[in-house]
């Protein structure tokens, strides 16, 4: 999951580390420290090997 502000260069995503729980959290954080808009994009799910 990538969280991206629509008025400044703000992001957070899954893919650097973070749980899915943190980035919703940094994101509700970001919106009430500024009140920008904050929109959310589904990362691809894990490719799942099969033996």
């Not at 580390?17 to 894990?46: M, N, Q, W």
């Amino acid at each position: 999951m990538c969280k991206y502000c629509l008025e400044c260069d703000w992001q957070i995503s899954t893919a650097d580390g973070y749980t899915e729980k943190e980035v919703s959290e940094k994101a509700i954080e970001h919106f009430v420290e500024t009140g920008h808009t904050v929109d959310s994009l589904r990362l691809p799910p894990p490719v799942v090997l099969e033996n």
